[in-house]
């Protein structure tokens, strides 16, 4: 087919957007593909439509490959299902409430695990019936707390979300490994490399889940990788852990004045200035335990402080942190915090309680400090310690006493905890804990998403079939997603140049940009000799056949546009020829006008 | 392509869903099309959406032919655009309304004018850009205070809207008039017979408004036509005017006892018994003035009440009353609209203000007793009378006392009105507005509508373009509107026997169901080879391939799902042929296998 520019609803822009953070949303609204009509809401106009339907087309072939049916569900959605599940509350702000003039709750669904479980449960009843995938493209809403960066991360996107159904585990991973083998040959149609990470199954609850990460220094999230195989996002990574060493022969634990030592680097200079290690060797960062107060803020308002001792040459990872506290938000305590459990609280402890740059989890006159261990009437506040903490290590920490620290306190014997947490940074060299080497943090951007979320869904909506024996089992599921739009922005962010975007073939809106150049009726008429010749040969066609706009102006909006083809009508038809220009390599070639269609065939 | 049902998502129902009110929602939901996840509110299954996929297919290539460019808006829209043009407070309690996490106003959007109107504004400023027309297919969302009838009227619903843009009206009319054909095209394809009716340009604030409606007996909507050619909906339709009449040697009127008169046919009989007309002609309630309290509620609240005067052989029609009080919903005044007008509210006023049964304009005592020439202190109440009471006519109506009527009064010497309103029903044989004889009323289901908005939207939204002269101009502005899923159920809804559904082939699901009927490997053999003669023959073939499955369920399923043409494979398969069921006619014909492909070409 053949659109001409002359009679097309598009309007390129001459200056970027003033709200554009990122080049896909600059380049997405001055070329005309969409236009911005709230924070994160975007309308889409004729040019990235043509888009979003390739890459729909090529979503919807693979999962027609992967053997999942297309249905379709609505975007608004009851309240009572997803209350049943636990997410209208776990969703907290990030979901889109409303009433109905009835009073009744509604969403509008940003994942639709509930009403496909529903759906399965509404029609299905026997083992026969499974395994089945199914799956819809659809938009999504989340109230994102910062919509940002254009089409990234919108607060209304479209969403391939497929579901699997099995009765037997072993037919859960067949269904999962369809739908990541479909997900494979969708990226490579794409042309988008990509790596599969270990990644962790967060508020969708399943019990293993996977990444699909497009490797780019532009990344919003960080994974890490082995040279032997490994690979996770940094949420997902497990720290190995040490061997517990024994107690015996270890020093007891000395409280010592350390005064004004507040931060670890301090620490660590006034204990090798003034309380050396025995053998001489210097302290570092790695020898104190750092121990950070943070507050978790629960879906249903809830707020809890805990303390979490880590390596102090390690930082709190804010990803990490939220994965590991899931669905609770994390934040550092506050000054009131500190304030509320300030000395005296406690009836019974001199001294004082969370004493800010001091605190530890054993205290000189009352031994265990901190969490369940300690006293009782102290419950409200857990102790986590990072697994790297294993019974028999000895350490620097705060004393509970402002200006000391106790040296040599060792875990296990000194003091434990309520369990460990995986909140620490990871960083290039730690080993993976398949044991595949060390491993090195790189950036990229999630482009898919599959979970095995087992039977957590069919359990709370009591999805059963009858199995061979006659007997009723819950059924296991997996959820497998690839954000549409967000795709569209992620290969507009890695496909451009300073002069435009340059699309690859698989998803560019036309195949060819024809360009006729000038005001000679000749040239006009070669192009459209050429435009016809293309469409015969089954190509679609952008002509701009404008007949008033200068050769610089339909230059410039065809690199803009970034149809990848582009033949250029100009002084050459006088010679029968014109040229094919890459858009992407900047070559331009010459070729007769009877024999562009065979050279673009 | 040949989907197998053995391996396909569908269940069939025996029963009939529990609420389902009409036809098309009981075969839908039972032949696996949809399902119902909250009221108005829909899942499509992998039949449904390949209908609604044909459809919507459909009216793109003849949006495409009308020369419209597709875009896509969100569903979800921020408040300010309606704001300006008033319809977030016209659309009252319909308007599904939300806040997002930072407190600011959100919508579902019912229809799209103003983002339209911005998106142009944004885009385009010389009458070189028009004219435009830009289109969506896109759902859309209206709470309706009673959802029902399945799809018919849903509260998320897919439609096809399409907006057009010119600077002079003559660009309107040839705008409006390329969308008016597009439909007639799409619903000749759709195989839906049509009337095009005048429509009342209702809550769209247009100028001229056209609905194409379907004529049926089972249809929610009357219109009127006239042998003549003269076709509108009864909210559209016009009365004709009478000539007034002279008062010279009317008589004057005359306050007369008619106890329990209180409704027109005690009057009419209490009137020829006591009160007979001097040349003996009987009384008829056309003689008499009804007077109808009416409540108006508006969007923003407020309550008006109205007194309506019309002829007391005409009923009020709640559709006409609507469109006329337009954006006031209409209800007939209740007990306490009559208590708080009772006796002794209006100083200086002796008797009965509003006394149930017995209200008219003129009271014995004061003379013009309602409405705005009344009495300053009455304004709150207006008097409205039905374009047939011209000046001359004479009545019996109401006096404002307890059993007692006027007779004779006559309209323009005896008393006025504020104004006059259409909203007396229309009858048979009622003359037709335009000259072209009397009207019959006919039912129908609407199916498409297309509207001039005029400026009205580029107006408050600032849409201006310069014209030839350098001089900006207003654009002119017409919406076409076409509900995707409502014709879905429409053509469900017209299309079917006591068996199942019966798809026009332009839409059904496939084009063949090929049905293996019985055990014998053979037939199934010869079913294959069927099924993939009609695949190569470029067929889409839905095949029922289950082998446990009887074939008296096979035949079932296959009425009961609608393809238009079925090939039974059974018995015959020993002698080389197969049946071709049709499933309208219910004639089945024998066809050698060999055959089948070319016989359905």
Redesign the interface.
Known sequence: MITRLS???L?TLREDPSDAEVTSHRLLVRA?YI?R??PG??????LG?RVKEKIERIVREEMHNA?A??????????REPYEITGRWEEYG??L???K??KGSD?L?APTHEE?FTL?VK???NSYKDLP?S?YQIQ?K?R?E?RPRAGLLRG??FTMKDAYSFDYTDAGLDASYQAQRDAYERIFTRLGLEYVIVKADAGAMGGSKSEEFLHPTPIGEDTFVRSAGGYAANVEAFTTVVPEAIPFDGLAPAEVLPTPDTATIQTLVDAANANHPRPDGRPWTAADTLKNVVLALRYPDGRRELVVVGLPGDREVDQKRAEAAFSPAEVEPANEDDFKANEPGLFDGIAGVYLTKGYIGPWHPQHGQFLGEQAFPDRQNIRYLLDPRVVPGTGWITGANEHGHHVFGLVAGRDFTADGFVEVAEVRDGDPAPNGSGPVELARGMEIGHVFQLGRKYAEALGLKVLDENGKLVTVTMGSYGIGVTRILAIIAELNNDANGLIWPPSVAPFDVHVVATGRDAAVFEAAETVAAALEAAGKDVLFDDRPKVSPGVKFGDAELIGVPTIVIAGRGVADGVVEIWDRRTGVRTPVAISEVAEALA
Chains 1, 2 share one sequence.
């Open positions: 009679n097309y609803f309007r005309g236009r009509q709230a809401v975007f309308a889409w106009l004729p439509l053997g049916h297309e249905v379709h569900f609505p975007a608004l959605l009851p702000e990030g889109f409430r409303l109905d003039r509604y509008l009403v759906l509404d029609l299905y089945l199914i938009d809403y109230d707390a607060r209304e």
